[in-house]
């Protein structure tokens, strides 16, 4: 059965300037395709697990978000030949009371079940107590806090989870 790693996208992936609504404002941090090379090598599936409220708020376009997707995968796809499995995004406001904003788990088994993951083999980084607590609501098999734009505890929770991955 498959296996995922499921990421938070701003501050774990990329600098968050706030509400990120254009491609040219987006980046990801020097370390992360490396990283998620490794993930790939050993196995995992990948997905973008992102509450983007701005979506809601109408700060953001629908298409825009799209286009900003497309180049998080043209960045991985040329440093390091890969992109995401699948991203699986809240675009509502917290006000709205909807059922997939982390911390509750819906993003994840929703794309769990898209994927065919099995979410006990899976895990989940991200660096914000709602990341930590959808995984653990998922039922992963281990929810990673990272430090946000943190290289260290971003590359420790990499090195665990693919040499779990390998064995
Ligand atoms: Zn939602």
């Known amino acids: 059965m498959a296996k995922a790693v499921f990421l938070d996208r701003d501050e774990t992936l990329n600098p968050d300037p706030g509400y990120i609504s254009d491609p040219d404002h987006f980046s990801l941090y020097p370390w992360v395709p490396a990283g998620l090379k490794r993930l790939k090598e050993a196995g995992y599936l990948l997905v973008v697990v992102s509450n983007q409220s701005g979506v809601g708020r109408g700060w953001i376009e629908p298409a825009a978000l799209e286009k900003i997707h497309a180049k998080l995968d ?20 917290p006000e709205d009371g909807c059922i997939c904003r982390k911390p509750k788990p819906e993003l994840l088994l929703r ?52 040499e779990i991955g390998s064995n």
């Open 111 to 162: 794309a769990a079940r898209s994927l065919g993951a099995e979410l006990s083999q899976s895990f989940m980084i991200g660096d914000r107590q709602s990341d930590y607590e959808a995984g653990l609501a998922a039922g992963v098999k281990k929810s990673y806090l990272i430090r946000p734009g943190d290289e260290s505890s971003f590359k420790e929770a990499i090195r665990e989870i693919s």
């Open 74 to 93: 043209r960045l991985l796809q040329e440093a390091e030949g890969i992109r995401m499995d699948a991203y699986s995004i809240c675009p509502h406001r």
